[in-house]
């Protein structure tokens, strides 16, 4: 077992836009990547991008999944359930405790993502084999997030890659755990109010505003924001994507077949009105995973306080960047500007391998 350590100091006030080339480096160094065990507890919708995203954590050296919890987004938290399950017996990792979170968000209507990740979230590709619910843990998310967290204190990476739900509810329980927490690492939100899912909203963040502004407002922890816009500027050419599922691998035949929906959706006119910077593989999910596991990934970053828009009719989800300092908040979060891709696509090809 990795030795205790003592929960790192917040980071220091940074200028904003400041490089982090060197710090990325260096704290990747310290901290002897692929040398200690990074523990990692995970937040997932699982559709297609989370599953990648867990799977480059699963292929990750020297990263400890300590749980995953699942919450309602892409699909139902029953599909998302049996989805996590799925990825994690194609990786030889069921025993990786999984536990049913929130099946709907805090206010509002239930949004999915089915015209992307498909109706069951995993390209509706049939899995005769899938493995049953009565595998999932009888401890609830929330409840699991609270002691995992407890029982590692300023150990744990929190990577959410879904709508908030869960970790708002848990903080509401707890108001003591982010300050337990090593880093919280979360895809979702947008820096330009360009939106996925409404006009100005991103999914994840739409999905469950109130859940969005509770994390956003009440996790003062080192927090690392991988925004819409930033996963559309980082994808991947369909090139590399064409040689990362000709791998010769279970694992790489099991992604070419719930992927397949979504390359599909992908080269729709609507999805081609979504994404910014042109067409190629965005794996949103996987680059808020890449910094948890490896800080080094992490080349440049804006810190501004963010918060959440609750009202307005099309600007409701829609992440707010107070560059003006104008919400009087102290506590700042990262807003990946820049990552080594060069680094990420090594992760994204062990992941299937
Ligand atoms: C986010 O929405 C979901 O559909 C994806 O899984 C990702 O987490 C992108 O906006």
Redesign the pocket.
């Known amino acids: 077992m990795a030795p205790a350590r003592k929960r790192p100091a917040q980071p220091e006030p940074e200028r904003s836009s400041k490089k982090r080339k060197l710090r990325g480096l260096q704290n990747s160094r310290e901290e002897g990547y692929g040398r200690m065990k990074k523990k990692l507890l995970v937040d997932v ?1 699982c ?1 297609v ?2 599953a990648q995203a867990i799977m480059l954590a699963l292929a990750a050296p020297g990263v400890e999944l300590l749980g995953i919890t699942c919450v309602h ?2 699909t139902t938290v029953e599909n998302v359930c049996r989805n996590v399950l799925r990825v994690l017996q194609v990786c030889d990792k069921l025993e990786v405790p999984v536990f049913k979170g929130a099946d709907r968000p805090i206010l509002g209507n239930r949004l999915n ?1 089915g015209h ?2 498909g109706k069951d979230g995993l390209g509706d590709a049939p899995d005769p084999n899938a493995p049953g619910l009565d595998r999932l843990q009888e401890e609830g998310a929330v409840s699991a997030m609270i002691r995992i967290v407890n029982e590692n204190q300023g150990e744990v990476s929190l990577v959410a ?2 709508p908030l739900t869960n970790l708002a509810l848990a903080v509401r329980m707890d108001p003591s755990l982010p300050s337990k927490l090593k880093g919280l690492y979360i ?2 939100g947008n820096t330009e109010s360009r939106g ?1 899912t409404s006009v100005c909203g ?3 963040f739409t999905a469950d505003p109130e859940a969005a502004f509770i994390v956003l407002n009440d996790y003062q922890c080192p927090t690392y924001l991988a925004c ?1 816009e930033f996963t559309c500027r980082n994808k991947l050419s369909w090139d590399f994507c064409d040689a990362w599922l000709a791998q010769k691998s279970h694992k790489a035949q099991f992604m070419a077949k719930i992927f397949r929906y979504s390359i599909e959706a992908s080269k729709t006119e609507r999805f081609e009105k979504e994404v910014i910077a042109g067409p190629g593989l965005i794996s ?2 996987s680059y808020a995973m890449a910094a948890a596991v490896d800080d080094s990934f992490v080349l440049e970053s804006d810190q501004f306080p963010v918060s959440v828009e609750l009202v307005g009719t099309h600007t409701r989800g829609m992440m707010i960047v107070d560059t003006m300092g104008l919400l009087n908040k102290t506590h700042k979060a990262f807003i990946i500007k820049k990552g080594d891709m060069e680094k990420f696509k090594k992760m994204m090809m062990a992941a299937l391998k």
């Open positions: 919708d559709g991008d989370d987004g892409n993502a992307f990740h890659t879904a895809m979702g996925n991103e999914f994840n819409w949103c999910d």
